[in-house]
């Protein structure tokens, strides 16, 4: 896939990709980099082919068909490619994302469950199950906060937020790092908190701040080995049980104290509230985990955005697909301690 230019414009996205035929060819492409093989009698030899349906491709020595969107989020879909191809362009490019009712307009799709289900589904693109883990030989940063708005009216202490558990790496830079901006053209980030940057972030929904829970998570986000910073919560204490070298630290409700220790992770954690608030106007408690998925996905490309739309459209093709009835009930949000790409 690395042969493919990144669009600067909608125009030019539109000279790249300008109807199915062309979406269908570049996958496959990416299928078949050194031409088509039969996936059921292993002939490599040019397939025929359907005008009318230009995913499916059939053999010419056992007569089977070949669909391209077969175990793609795109499986089943009769929704144009064309379509999908501009979706995935528009979550890629657009920085801070989109809600669906945006989605359903820029595209000029009729139905909103149409567009909530392409959104959703290229969400779902997002996320890698063989996720490696963060840290190593970079500290990492681990805490927790609640995600939602304040219930009135139903007694002190009542509310219906949702625990959100992060992880961020610490990483350092000694000067200006020369960086890429989503044209693809060089940018300069410039140094701040003593030369301290985000690396790789974790973000999943956590049912509660038990020392199971909490560790449970840390275990399966980052490497054995790894100084892990946090507050003195008890139960991050089992930490060092478990090869983690653990660097608490007491913040005594001193937001001084905990810009010096964990600014990062409570800069992510601020701008993800922002995100949630501002683009979706708040996001239902069985949806989350695949906003957060959206969010660590354009965070850990941040530096080199060209490449999400490339990485949305790979990873997708590996991401099984999902009915409208299973995203609608939250059935399809990922498993306990999914994490994005």
Known sequence: MGDLPFPRSLPEFQKLFPD???????????????????????????????????????????????????????????TPLLTWFWG?????SLTPGMSAVQFQRQLGLGRYETAYQILHKLRAGMVRRDVDMIGGVHTVELDETWVGGKTRGEGKGTHHQTLVIGAVEVRKRQGPRPGENVF???????????????GRLRLAVVPDRTSKTL??????????????ITDDWAAYGKLKTFDFKHHPF???GDPAVAEEHLPL????????????????????????????NEFTFRFNRRFFPFTSFRSLLGIGADSESATYAELYSGEWEHPSFAVGG
């Open 88 to 92: 995935a362009y528009l979550v890629a």
């Open 265 to 292: 992770i409570h800069l992510v954690f601020s701008n993800l509230k922002a995100w949630l608030l501002g683009v979706h106007h708040g996001v239902a408690p069985q949806h989350l985990q695949a906003y957060l």
């Open 250 to 252: 007491a913040e005594n």
């Open 215 to 228: 560790t449970g998570f840390a275990r399966m986000a980052i490497e054995p080995g790894t100084d892990i």
């Open 184 to 198: 693809g053209e060089q940018s300069k980030a410039i140094p701040k908190r003593g030369g301290r940057y985000a």
């Open 20 to 78: 199915d035929a062309h979406c269908a060819a570049y996958m496959e492409r990416v299928r078949w980099p050194n031409g088509f093989a039969c996936p059921s009698c292993g002939t490599a030899a040019e397939p025929g082919r359907i005008a009318t349906r230009p995913h499916v491709l059939r053999c010419k020595a056992c007569k089977k068909e070949a669909r391209l969107t077969a175990g793609t989020v795109m499986q089943d879909s009769h």
